[in-house]
């Protein structure tokens, strides 16, 4: 008898599920272990893994339709088996991830004594250049990449939800070489004049864009932080010179090594994460959550990081950070970076976290604040390291500043003990051989 797939929990948030692809198609044989879909949660874009043996009788579920948790969305069964017609009716309606179109109530005729002959409307004509460009539909990554390697986006086949071509996609067809955009052909004659961009020109395509799962989720959840937590705001300005002369010290070490042999450039935000444990350690406190009537200490500092990715922002994590190196973590962070990038997390490795810190000093922001993680009770803002003159032995010199923000959640960690952790937080970073004993 036939066995019906349902559209699985990926995640402890997840409510519903857009299936972004099939990777195995009607007819096709599948084993146990098999990845049979990719699915978009909440969280990520995943690989949906098949637990039985036999052949994919049905779809029941379209690319680009977003379900339940529990809606069948295909059958597995024995070759030539006809399916049980009522395992089709347990099928939920899906909600497509496409912008419905409007019913447009007719007007009502005034009463006449003559009605006026009417005119059939004419269709209106486009070019086929202007008929693709509104169909077409690609995230603004995916564009991007489509230019740096000559590919013509109208030849892709979009893998995301309502057809929409993502990074992969992009990349696949520029590898393949199947989607190379025409070049224009040689003219006779002297080159054309470059024309001025008019001031009224756009500065992007006009379209109506789907919200993904992931980037609907991240609004509720920030919306839900910004509105319930109670946050308030501790900065300090943290003297970055000896981090910065360490992290070279140490990487012009560490680059004479293989990476089989531990070879690995330490970042600015490996150190910060590692700090940030050693501080977790000196003051628990900070490392909790609110549960209503409890406040759950938590014992080991799980600290994520945040990634920025086309469909939004993920947190992953590194467990136990209080216990490990900064090398490991660095190689933690490389590796965990890049699964974020391809959509390759598994569950257990973006949640949990009990503290988050975010650093946009790579993108040259001097200082800002962040939203709380819930249920964190805190999260740390990193801003740039600056060249500022600054007073030293009663002297003006040039000094290194890097801004730390910790946004609290009032509810679990009072001011002054917010103060404590970034007050250990900067001893760290300040003499941060402290953070490699």
Known sequence: MAIIIEMPKLSDTMTVGTLVSWLKKEGDTVSSGDMIAEIETDKATMEM????????LKQLVKEGEQVDIGTPIAAIGEEGEELDPSLLEKKKPAKSTEKPKEDKKPKEEKPAAEAPAKTAPQPKTESPATSDDKRLRASPLARRLAEEHGVDLRAVEGSGPAGRILKKDVLQAAESGTAAAAKPAKADGPPPVPQAISGGAPIAEEEA???SN????????LLESKTEIPHYYLEVDVDAGPLMALRQEVNKSLEKLSPEQ????LSVNDFILKASAEALRRVPAVNASWNGDTIQQHASADVSFAVAIPEGLITPVIRNAQNKTVRQIAAEVRSLAWKARENKLKPDEFTGGTFTVSNLGMFGIDRFSAIINPPNAAILAVGTTRKVPVVKNDEIVIGQRMAL?????HRIVDGAVGAQFLAALRDLLENPALALV
């Open 405 to 409: 923000t910790l946004s609290g959640d």
């Open 262 to 265: 531990g070879g690995v450039k």
């Open 214 to 221: 992931m980037r609907a989720t991240i609004a509720r959840r």
């Open 209 to 211: 864009i789907p919200v």
């Open 49 to 56: 893994e098949a637990f039985d043996d036999g052949i994919l």
